[in-house]
């Protein structure tokens, strides 16, 4: 098991085209989420999957964002018309299903950075 | 609504001495869980430890320990005999009740390990 993997690692585009993300989670982990992380401050919760169920969506995720986990495998996040405020590392997570033990962790990927100019 | 603070933004000790990074954190629910990754120069978040809130007896893993006290809504982190190779930026986390969804992250604590 290699972990999470993300595609592309770097994407550099100009102002109002659209972006495509893709994040495999760890193979058994039903669980997957989406993170933005800006220069100097924690990740932030974007939104999550339970297989192809997207459970939750944080406000951070404006009509311009979409997620989709089309077989509950992995997953693409989009941005249209991106924004030079968009720039940012994209984290995907995933994690295993809930048991006995409540909450399990999430395990992260390498993240995409995006640069919008 | 949760929060977590990390207060520290950065710290900077010499190699071999021991270092604690504060987590103070906020919540309303009962069951909740606390966490800290570790963030490299690489990038890559890497899990160090989760807690739940029912469970409050520190925790020992090599060189690192963790105090969880309730009482001051605090998770604290301490590396011992601090090595160049912990310089990063630390992260605690907090997630609530038993679904199991997002994480609210502290804003880290870059922490430099001089040789």
């Known amino acids: 098991d290699t972990g999470v993997s993300q595609n592309p690692r770097h994407k550099i585009t100009k102002r109002g085209q659209n972006v495509t993300f893709r994040c495999d989670p760890i193979?058994?982990?039903?669980?997957l989420y989406w993170y933005r992380q800006t220069l100097g401050q924690g990740p932030e919760f974007l939104t999550y999957f339970q297989n192809e169920a997207q459970l939750e969506k944080s406000r951070l995720l404006s009509d311009r964002f979409s997620a989709e986990r089309p077989k509950g495998s992995f997953s693409t996040l989009e941005i249209q018309r991106t924004e030079q405020g968009d720039s940012a590392m994209y984290l995907c997570?995933?994690?295993?299903?809930?048991?006995?033990?409540?909450?399990?962790?999430?395990?992260f990927g390498p993240g995409t950075r995006l640069t919008v100019l | 609504a949760q929060k977590v603070t990390q207060a520290q933004t950065e710290i900077s000790v010499v190699e071999k001495e021991d270092v604690t990074l504060d987590c103070v954190y906020e919540?309303?629910?009962?069951?909740?869980?606390l966490f800290w990754y570790k963030q490299p120069p690489s990038g890559e978040l890497v899990f160090l430890i989760r807690?739940?809130?029912?469970?409050?007896q520190n925790e020992i893993s090599g060189r690192y320990s963790w105090n969880f006290q309730k009482s001051t809504s605090s998770f604290n982190f301490t590396i011992t005999a601090s090595q160049v190779v912990d310089s990063a930026v630390y992260f605690c986390?907090?997630?609530?009740?038993?679904?199991?969804?997002?994480?609210?992250f502290g804003e880290g604590t870059q922490l430099t390990v001089n040789p």
């Open positions: 997570a995933s994690s295993t299903p809930l048991g006995t033990s409540g909450h399990n962790e999430q395990f």
């Open positions: 986390a907090l997630s609530e009740g038993t679904s199991g969804s997002r994480l609210t």
């Open positions: 919540t309303r629910d009962t069951t909740y869980y």
């Open positions: 807690r739940n809130s029912f469970d409050e």
């Open positions: 193979s058994e982990h039903n669980r």
